[in-house]
Protein backbone atom coordinates (compact mmCIF):
# COMPACT_ATOMS: atom_id res chain seq x y z
CA UNK A 1 0.00 0.00 0.00
CA UNK A 2 1.33 3.71 -1.37
CA UNK A 3 1.66 5.59 2.22
CA UNK A 4 3.44 8.89 0.77
CA UNK A 5 5.26 10.10 -2.22
CA UNK A 6 7.09 12.78 -3.88
CA UNK A 7 8.34 13.68 -7.51
CA UNK A 8 10.74 16.47 -8.54
CA UNK A 9 10.01 16.00 -12.34
CA UNK A 10 12.89 18.37 -13.26
CA UNK A 11 15.53 16.59 -11.30
CA UNK A 12 14.07 13.07 -11.92
CA UNK A 13 14.18 11.30 -8.80
CA UNK A 14 11.03 10.42 -6.94
CA UNK A 15 10.66 9.05 -3.64
CA UNK A 16 7.52 6.88 -2.24
CA UNK A 17 6.80 4.55 0.97
CA UNK A 18 4.93 1.38 0.82
CA UNK A 19 3.81 -0.80 3.62
CA UNK A 20 3.56 -4.27 2.86
CA UNK A 21 0.19 -5.37 5.16
CA UNK A 22 0.48 -8.61 7.12
CA UNK A 23 -1.50 -8.17 10.02
CA UNK A 24 -3.11 -5.39 11.92
CA UNK A 25 -1.37 -3.51 13.05
CA UNK A 26 1.05 -3.86 9.91
CA UNK A 27 4.51 -5.81 11.55
CA UNK A 28 6.47 -4.98 8.54
CA UNK A 29 8.36 -1.35 9.18
CA UNK A 30 7.45 0.97 6.04
CA UNK A 31 9.69 0.52 2.67
CA UNK A 32 11.22 4.10 1.75
CA UNK A 33 13.17 3.90 -1.90
CA UNK A 34 14.34 6.61 -3.69
CA UNK A 35 14.59 6.31 -7.94
CA UNK A 36 16.37 8.40 -9.93
CA UNK A 37 17.07 8.00 -13.81
CA UNK A 38 19.71 5.36 -13.23
CA UNK A 39 19.48 4.44 -10.20
CA UNK A 40 17.08 2.85 -7.39
CA UNK A 41 18.23 2.87 -3.52
CA UNK A 42 16.49 2.34 0.07
CA UNK A 43 16.54 3.77 3.05
CA UNK A 44 16.65 2.08 5.78
CA UNK A 45 15.55 1.66 9.88
CA UNK A 46 14.99 4.28 11.63
CA UNK A 47 14.29 6.84 9.03
CA UNK A 48 11.68 5.27 7.34
CA UNK A 49 9.92 5.12 10.56
CA UNK A 50 10.72 8.60 12.16
CA UNK A 51 9.81 10.50 8.91
CA UNK A 52 6.61 8.93 7.96
CA UNK A 53 4.97 9.30 11.43
CA UNK A 54 1.99 11.23 10.12
CA UNK A 55 1.61 9.55 6.68
CA UNK A 56 3.07 12.88 4.64
CA UNK A 57 6.75 13.76 2.97
CA UNK A 58 7.40 16.70 1.53
CA UNK A 59 11.08 17.44 -0.92
CA UNK A 60 13.18 17.35 -3.61
CA UNK A 61 16.50 15.80 -4.53
CA UNK A 62 18.39 17.60 -2.01
CA UNK A 63 16.01 17.16 1.42
CA UNK A 64 12.92 15.21 2.75
CA UNK A 65 10.45 16.99 5.43
CA UNK A 66 8.29 15.00 7.40
CA UNK A 67 6.70 14.40 10.71
CA UNK A 68 7.31 11.41 13.45
CA UNK A 69 4.99 10.28 15.62
CA UNK A 70 5.52 12.62 18.41
CA UNK A 71 4.47 15.58 16.54
CA UNK A 72 8.47 16.47 15.93
CA UNK A 73 9.41 17.82 12.41
CA UNK A 74 12.55 15.43 10.94
CA UNK A 75 14.49 16.80 7.91
CA UNK A 76 16.70 14.41 5.96
CA UNK A 77 19.53 16.57 4.13
CA UNK A 78 21.61 14.56 1.34
CA UNK A 79 24.96 15.50 0.18
CA UNK A 80 27.16 14.15 -2.45
Do not use: C, Y
Not at 7 to 15: L, P, V
Not at 34 to 55: A, Q, S
Amino acid sequence: MRIAQVEDKQAQISFSADRMIWGVPPIQPPRFLFKGPEWITELVEPWPTEVLGRGKIFGDERWILGQNSEEEIVVLHFDR
